[in-house]
T-cell receptor, first 113, second 113 residues
Framework: GENVEQHPSTLSVQEGDSAVIKCTYS??????FPWYKQELGKRPQLIID?????GEKKDQRIAVTLNKTAKHFSLHITETQPEDSAVYFC????????????FGKGTLLTVNP | DADVTQTPRNRITKTGKRIMLECSQT?????MYWYRQDPGLGLRLIYY???????NKGEISDGYSVSRQAQAKFSLSLESAIPNQTALYFC????????????FGQGTRLTVV
């Protein structure tokens, strides 16, 4: 089955700096890569996703890049703010009739004011 | 707003007891999932169901069973709870075939003593 590795497990940045979280996946058939944000005590919520026919996607201060050849994808957060502090999870799915998400182990991002 | 609702939100139970966690959704989604979250281990899939007659094991199904009572209801049971099943459990739903966003419930924090 699919295996998703996520790094780093913790990341601390100063407010205004950029943060990058990286994930690799094992199944070359995976074609959907979402990122979820989980604030303390809350449920995970989708913040951005990318499909395999796209190399990069951006939404305001967050962006995701995908390298299918290397089987890795990354989340980029620019101009970080204290409210960006949370656990971030990457995930991968092969989609279709057997759609199910395999998650990475998460990255705890702390943005220091 | 359409939502995914889990009950109970918190539960403490004794080793050897049978316990059921319930999930209901008003999103009209066909697909439902049970995940377990442990610190440092991310979200791991326990069981998933694509419709009322379809039940599939995830990566960590041992010690758990599920029931899909209706399109909107998906229950997770621990037949004989053990302490290492202490975790945060999330139910999630998604729309259907293809790669789409997963919506999570609020979570159930289960402690087995």
């Amino acid at each position: 089955g699919e295996n998703v590795e996520q790094h780093p497990s913790t990341l601390s940045v100063q407010e205004g700096d950029s943060a990058v979280i990286k994930c690799t996946y094992s199944d070359s058939a995976s074609n959907y890569f979402p990122w979820y944000k989980q604030e303390l005590g809350k449920r995970p919520q989708l913040i951005i996703d990318i499909r395999s026919n796209v190399g990069e996607k951006k939404d305001q201060r967050i962006a995701v890049t995908l390298n299918k050849t290397a089987k890795h994808f990354s989340l980029h957060i620019t101009e970080t703010q204290p409210e960006d502090s949370a656990v971030y999870f990457c995930a991968a799915s092969t989609g279709g009739s057997n759609y199910k998400l395999t998650f990475g182990k998460g990255t705890l991002l702390t943005v220091n004011p | 707003d359409a939502d995914v609702t889990q009950t109970p939100r918190n539960r403490i139970t004794k080793t050897g007891k049978r316990i059921m966690l319930e999930c209901s959704q008003t999103k009209g989604h066909d697909r439902m999932y049970w995940y377990r979250q442990d610190p440092g281990l991310g979200l791991r899939l326990i069981y998933y169901s694509f419709d009322v007659k379809d039940i599939n094991k995830g990566e960590i199904s041992d010690g758990y069973s599920v029931s899909r009572q209706a399109q909107a209801k998906f229950s997770l049971s621990l037949e004989s709870a053990i302490p290492n099943q202490t975790a945060l459990y999330f139910c999630a739903t998604s729309l259907g075939a293809g790669n789409t966003e997963a919506f999570f419930g609020q979570g159930t924090r289960l402690t087995v003593v």
